[in-house]
């Protein structure tokens, strides 16, 4: 007769497991949280503590009545994932992890409420500045019209004088980053892979690129209405602007660029949110967002946390006087070098 053998380690768990599903006190409470686990095993980008998390579950949520007794757990989970980009969604509520200690900028903050538009104007005459908020373009329903204004507003300020270019994304808080890539084409190059994104494997789970002057992202080809009345100079001069409040669309937008030759990233470390999210569905009633995927530039460096600028510049900024604002006027001097 065979005699199987398996390690110490591995029994004691499976013996604890089990004691852990025959010890629930409510079944939906139980069904929620075997849902859950399996969803964050499978698809987390960072499944580094995903036994303890487990074991934390199913210790804490044995006893409780109801689901919305157990919810509130859920940002533990999101802090032992070091996912502040995902959250839990149930019923009107959101659970995730507010990461700690970060950095603010109060002038850019009381400036987010009112940044909605795109910005564009000409700078010691020969310098081009584009201000890009952040959208809420989640529905895809304006990536046509995002991408289109962008490109407008490049148009208005591109003249044969320019010589170099400033793109603003302090106050882009997220949103679609569809229509901004679209809308920066020409900036970005052509015939390239300029980034995508991996999964926890390592293994390419997206990519950004444009062949002959063709966009796709993740494979879905995008196409632009409107089109650049002057041709860009290859490889112009370009300063990108950061703050504590890029984020997510903002940070991608960033990383879209990064790599391009005469490209430098001025300003203050992005706000960290560099991963690609996913929902999945616990419930009728509740669903989990996770990150998934890390992004990754032209160059294939993964990004796991924010991104850090060449030249750092903390606050010093000046909406309503660009001459006076003081990453802009770093940006000047890098140019002017």
Known sequence: ???????????????????????????????????????????????????????????????????????????????????????????????????AERPENTYLKGRLKTEKAVVSQII???????????????????????????????????TAKIKAWIIDLRTNTGGNMYPIFLGLQEFIGDNMVFGGFRNAQGLSSGQWEI???????????????????????????????????????????AISLIGRKNTYIVGEPT???????QGFTISKEAGINLSTDYVVDRNSKIYTGNILPDVEVLQGDNFENLKRDKKILKALELLNK
């Open 1 to 99: 007769m065979q005699v199987i053998k398996y390690p110490l380690f591995q029994i004691l768990l499976f013996l604890c497991l089990s004691s852990f599903s025959q010890t629930f006190k409510s079944d939906s409470v139980k069904s929620f949280v075997d849902n859950s686990i399996n969803l964050i095993r499978s698809n987390a980008v960072d499944t580094t503590n995903i036994n303890l998390i487990e074991s934390i579950l199913y210790s804490k949520a044995k006893n409780l009545d109801t689901v919305s007794d157990l919810a509130p757990l859920y940002t533990e989970v999101f802090r032992l994932l070091r996912d502040h980009h995902g959250s839990l969604k149930y019923k009107d509520r959101t659970y995730g992890w507010d990461k």
């Open 271 to 277: 706000a960290d949110y560099t991963t690609a999210v």
């Open 211 to 253: 062949r002959d002057g063709n966009m796709r992202i993740d494979g879905i080809k995008l196409l632009r209405q409107v089109q650049l009345k002057k041709p860009l100079k290859k490889d112009i001069p370009l300063i990108i602007l950061t703050s504590c409040y890029t984020a997510s669309a903002g940070e991608m937008t």
């Open 124 to 158: 010691d005459r020969r310098t081009a500045y584009l201000r890009i908020p952040g959208n809420h373009d989640f529905a895809f329903k304006k990536v046509d019209s995002i991408a289109n204004d962008i490109t407008a507003h490049i148009n208005k300020v591109s």
